[in-house]
T-cell receptor, first 111, second 112 residues
Framework: QKEVEQNSGPLSVPEGAIASLNCTYS??????FFWYRQYSGKSPELIMSIYSNGDKEDGRFTAQLNKASQYVSLLIRDSQPSDSATYLC???????????FGTGTKLQVIP | NAGVTQTPKFRILKIGQSMTLQCAQD?????MYWYRQDPGMGLKLIYY???????DKGEVPNGYNVSRSTTEDFPLRLELAAPSQTSVYFC???????????FGPGTRLTVT
């Protein structure tokens, strides 16, 4: 079982819709959770971090964490073509200084 | 702030050559990381450092070496380059308590 799992996609959504990206992790001791966006040929860019159960909102982005079910999700409201990118989920286990990245979900927003 | 900078942006190496990828950050971050990313794959951790003089291996350290003599700089050394080291290399840094990583623009390396 991979430490961090994501569906590779592509996930296609129409412009203006809500895009829902999911990530599961294997270690129950995980404490820190991150979402990064990576455009083709570019470096990953931090979108959001979440550390406790529940929702965290930042503009059009909402991160959701459910530690009991070991999943973290990212919702993108009012999706725009400029949101088309690969979204990487990253998880840090408690007591560790490093994070593990998933392989990413490719999102395509169709105009 | 420049953030995290990496040089060079592109490099072609012949098999058996060596080179150093440079990484610097001006955010006074304690932690620094080196990743490689192969096409269509996720990020694999090569080495990381929690402070000057302290480094540790990641998931794929073979064929690489690092040093960290200052807080700002974290160079990655490739010895005896092999085609399997063809990849995009990213350097990242984070604050000690938050672990939110900020990435440099990357170095695209081809070994032929």
């Amino acid at each position: 079982q991979k430490e961090v799992e994501q569906n590779s996609g592509p996930l296609s959504v129409p412009e203006g819709a809500i895009a829902s990206l999911n990530c599961t992790y294997s270690d129950r001791g995980s404490q820190s959770f991150f979402w990064y966006r990576q455009y083709s040929g570019k470096s990953p860019e931090l979108i959001m971090s979440i550390y406790s159960n529940g929702d965290k909102e930042d503009g059009r982005f909402t991160a959701q964490l459910n530690k009991a079910s070991q999943y973290v999700s990212l919702l993108i409201r009012d999706s725009q073509p400029s949101d088309s990118a690969t979204y990487l989920c990253a998880v840090r286990k408690g007591g560790y200084q490093k994070v593990t990245f998933g392989t990413g979900t490719k999102l395509q927003v169709i105009p | 702030n420049a953030g995290v900078t990496q040089t060079p942006k592109f490099r072609i190496l012949k098999i058996g050559q060596s080179m150093t990828l440079q990484c610097a950050q001006d955010m006074n971050h304690n932690y620094m990381y080196w990743y490689r990313q192969d096409p269509g794959m996720g990020l694999k951790l090569i080495y990381y450092s929690v402070g000057a003089g302290i480094t540790d291996k990641g998931e794929v350290p073979n064929g690489y070496n690092v040093s960290r003599s200052t807080t700002e700089d974290f160079p990655l050394r490739l010895e005896l380059a092999a085609p399997s080291q063809t990849s995009v290399y990213f350097c990242a840094s984070s604050h000690r308590d938050l672990y939110e990583q900020y990435f440099g623009p990357g170095t695209r390396l081809t070994v032929t």
